[in-house]
T-cell receptor, first 114, second 112 residues
């Protein structure tokens, strides 16, 4: 079965640069979530979208922005990168924003800021 | 503060033994989902248990939920070396949209 696809899997950026992560949800899923997992930490919720509208917002820095497009894929844009942004970024998807269904995660995108 | 706390933080057992991991949370939930994560890899969904359910099984996995105590447990029976991973519970809160809040995870090591 198709899973959540994230790209790139790995990227290295310098401080103050910009990075963009892409996420393709499971087909027919209308809700996308972004999480950040620092080394040895649990995943932290950043932001979510349902039917292309922002549905919830967590601890996402103002330097970060995200959107969900008409084909339901999502992009997380990170600007003015800091060393502390180095983390594993997960995208996840589910069907129905508030229906309490299973949330499936991608393999993640490793971001290293040097 | 963290919604979920897991206990123990690390667990090491012999292959073939059963492993039990516990998760406590603070607020009312819609459902609770357990995930497995191999080092540096993605989060693999294991089981979803809804707030009106008390127990669910999937293969060698058994999950219980006690909403009165705000706690859940994950039991892995007849453990295998391949079960070595970190296990996270995530509580689903629905306030308009569903959001998962993760616990700190249990690092499980199965010794051959």
């Amino acid at each position: 079965a198709a899973g959540v696809i994230q790209s790139p899997r790995h990227l290295i950026k310098e401080k103050r640069e910009t990075a963009t992560l892409k996420c393709y949800p499971i087909p027919r899923h209308d809700t996308v979530y972004w999480y950040q997992q620092g080394p040895g930490q649990d995943p932290q919720f950043l932001i979510s979208f349902y039917e292309k509208m922002q549905s919830d917002k967590g601890s996402i820095p103002d330097r970060f922005s995200a959107q969900q497009f008409s084909d339901y894929h999502s992009e997380l844009n990170m600007s003015s990168l800091e060393l502390g942004d180095s983390a594993l970024y997960f995208c996840a998807s589910s069907l129905g924003g508030s229906s309490g269904n299973t949330i499936y995660f991608g393999e993640g995108s490793w971001l290293t800021v040097v | 503060s963290q919604q979920g706390e897991e206990d123990p933080q690390a667990l090491s057992i012999q292959e073939g033994e059963n492993a039990t991991m516990n998760c406590s949370y603070k607020t009312s939930i819609n459902n609770l989902q357990w995930y497995r994560q191999n080092s540096g890899r993605g989060l693999v969904h294991l089981i979803l248990i809804r707030s009106n359910e008390r127990e669910k099984h999937s293969g060698r996995l058994r999950v219980t939920l006690d909403t009165s105590k705000k706690s859940s447990s994950l039991l892995i029976t007849a453990s295998r070396a391949a079960d070595t991973a970190s296990y996270f519970c995530a509580t689903a809160i629905i306030q308009g949209a569903q959001k998962l809040v993760f616990g700190q995870g249990t690092r499980l090591t199965i010794n051959p």
